[in-house]
């Protein structure tokens, strides 16, 4: 090829390799040429987008196989039994002491996210000036990403592919899988704890909306005599812990969802040799158990991508947030907070805090700062009665847009661990 040497770098090893590409000249081993390159960065988002059709065309009143209520059910059977049963056999098989100790920069890496995700969300409130009502809401919505299921999706269609430039699709799997889901546990408790808290009308809407805050009443002579006697106070006290305990169980089966359990789950067999010989070794006497639970888990990718489709069907709807705020949390999700998150894991890897040296580890990495906001927190913000119509819009708009973010992050990241 002519020398190109007045051409940047990247655009040189482009051209380079869209010549070896054309020619049919051999690439190094640590790099793959640019056709490779821009189909592995568009396969899986491509995938996910005909399925995604189906099920929308499924969801359409002419066909009407999707409807809200078969959606309701499907997505309660992904969430209760699928995602499960995916999650505890690809987290289990990877998994070990060793592992647990050498991923600890995954919990990091989404307390990282999470945070600077924050962040950005209160400067969308500080430009866009939504509804002081919905202040938290867009901090949230900015701040907690789906790290758990649209990354599983994107790995399986990544791994999947044949020509995937991180070896074979079994190993490619079983390791993109088990990162993936090693990091559902501490967003499952930043979601349900932190996030659920703050999910609330603020008192003075709440009486605008007829909900009066409780408060307190004080006796003008100074003179306090207690209201109950020593037994009732007593039973009083007995009735408000068991209340709180009662509480707090509740507040642990919220955090303790099913995929969280599976994991949990995958961990403790992961934990134990003997144990996760016995279920997932090919001379194990479980692992008929184990090769069930696989089949089970093999339909949740394509059940969950044809509901996300089925909704993305029904519009937006009705919100609140004015349209320079979906644009704010769009821009800050989808662009920003993936470029900040990028620059993160790239200065951890520079000094050597990253102790995995697999580039499926690093990609899941990035991947977890580049995903639209979880749909859980859709989720909590119904449980909480606040927001849900904002919640949906803003959900809506960015699974549309990150149809087109997310596969040229997809090429940013694929470039950088493959280059040409």
Known sequence: MADAGFLPPWLSGALEGAAGALTGA?????????????????LPVLKVL???GTGLVLATPYMGVL??????????????????ALVFVKLGQGVDITNMIKWYFIPINILAGCTIGCFLGYIVVLICK???????????????????NLPLVLV?????????????????????VSYVAFGMWPLAIILWTLVYDSLQLPAEHSLRMGTTPRRRLSVATGLRAPLLDDSERKLTRSLYKKVKSFAKLLRLHQIMRPPIAGALAALFVGAIPPLKWALFDTYGPFRVVTDSVSIIGQAMIP????????????????????SATMVGICIMRLVVLPALGMCFVLTAKHLGLLLVEDKMYIFVLLLQHTMPTSIQVGTAATLR???????????????ICALFSVTLWLLVYIYYLFPI
């Open 50 to 52: 005909i399925i995604a």
């Open 26 to 42: 051999p690439q190094p081993a640590h790099q793959m040429d640019l056709r490779k390159l821009i189909l592995s960065a568009c």
């Open 130 to 148: 939504p509804p002081l009502e919905y202040t938290r809401l867009v901090i949230f919505t900015v701040g907690i990403g789906n790290m758990g």
């Open 67 to 84: 409807n809200v209520e078969a959606r309701k059910h499907i997505s309660k059977l992904v969430f209760v039994l699928l995602l499960p």
């Open 303 to 322: 059940c969950l991508i044809l509901v996300l489709g089925g909704n993305l069907g029904g519009g937006p709807g009705a919100s609140d947030l004015n």
């Open 385 to 399: 009665g606040y927001g849900e119509k904002e919640i949906s819009a803003a959900l809506f708009w960015e699974h």
């Open 156 to 176: 399986t269609a990544v791994c999947q592919d044949p020509s995937n430039p991180f070896g074979d699709t079994a190993s490619c799997l079983a390791r993109g």
